[in-house]
């Protein structure tokens, strides 16, 4: 087995402590939002299936989706988003065409089994611009997705319209 060769990474961003901790701020903020949506879809739709499929009062629905409402939402935010951690000293990221490199998390953006669905470049708040990267994989059920903002510091914004304009000529 031969090991696995890095390739150079396609960028490499640092930031000062100070521009990272506003970054996780409204990074966490938009997550806990996304979240608290996707646990009232949880809460909402199980409830209503529990009482159509398996026949059951509206409050013993509700007393077993509220759990699963609450801990899937939480869990989520908890694995999902580790990367996000204020007070990091020499905060970085590597973007790489496979994976990024968040400074001490690696997280795969592209395999056999996950791709790049999109790759665009927003402005958030304190008019912050992100590159936002929205990965998909295929489950049982179909294709799902999720999304992943990475600061873009202010002098390397050239940097990150050439990653979105080459990502789209090569798909």
Excluded: C
């Excluded at 903020?29 to 009062?57: H, P, Q, W």
């Amino acid at each position: 087995m031969f090991p696995k060769v890095e390739f150079d990474a396609l960028v490499e961003w640092h930031y000062t402590e100070k521009e990272w901790n506003e970054f996780v701020a409204i990074e966490k903020a938009n997550k806990k939002e996304d979240n608290i949506y996707f646990g009232i879809g949880i809460l909402v739709l199980s409830t209503i299936g529990l009482m159509i499929f398996r026949n059951t009062s509206f409050l013993t629905a509700l007393t077993f989706a509220i759990p699963f409402s609450i801990l899937i939402p939480y869990l989520r935010m908890k694995f999902s988003y580790k990367h996000l951690k204020q007070n990091v000293k020499k905060p970085f990221v590597r973007i790489y065409e496979d994976h990024m490199q968040i400074n001490q998390h690696k997280i795969e953006v592209a395999s056999s089994k996950k791709r790049i669905k999109s790759l665009k470049i927003i402005t958030a708040k304190n008019n912050m611009q992100l590159l936002e990267i929205n990965v998909q994989w295929i489950t049982r059920k179909g294709p799902t997705n999720d999304e992943y903002r990475i600061l873009i510091p202010k002098d390397k914004i050239n940097e990150a319209r050439i990653i979105v304009n080459q990502f789209y000529k090569t798909t």
